[in-house]
Nanobody, 122 residues
Framework: QVHLVESGGGFVLPGGSLKLSCAAE????????MGWFRQVPGKERELVAV???????EYGDSVKGRFTISRDNAKSTVNLQMNSLKPEDTAVYYC????????????????WGQGTQVTVSS
């Protein structure tokens, strides 16, 4: 079992920045990839970014060049630095872990955090 706790969400003006953090507890030795997804009401959960245990990262098209994912394997943490935020980035952001190397589909993730709200608005 892996327990994930997210932090760092909040309200920000368009063009601003936020940093999300996620800490994993429990059987962290089973973790392969760590990722961030986001979801708005009425829509499917969308991949934001994922990083393998070796540091290889993939990003969703809508955040490339603006968001950066990073990971500390020793601490079992993953961060998401979000810059140049837009109103369309408003969503609940979820941290997730997978035994797979670099899964892009939400269905391949085993454990999920409780979610943290990010609101981008003027």
């Amino acid at each position: 079992q892996v327990h994930l706790v997210e932090s760092g969400g909040g309200f920000v003006l368009p063009g601003g920045s936020l940093k999300l953090s996620c800490a994993a507890e429990g059987r962290t030795s089973t973790i392969g990839a760590m990722g961030w997804f986001r979801q708005v009401p009425g829509k499917e959960r969308e991949l934001v970014a994922v990083i393998s245990d070796s540091g290889f990262a993939e990003y969703g098209d809508s955040v490339k060049g603006r968001f950066t994912i990073s990971r500390d394997n020793a601490k079992s943490t993953v961060n998401l630095q979000m810059n140049s935020l837009k109103p369309e980035d408003t969503a609940v952001y979820y941290c997730a872990t997978s035994v797979f190397t670099i899964p892009l589909s939400a269905g391949r993730y085993d454990y999920w955090g409780q979610g943290t709200q990010v609101t981008v608005s003027s």
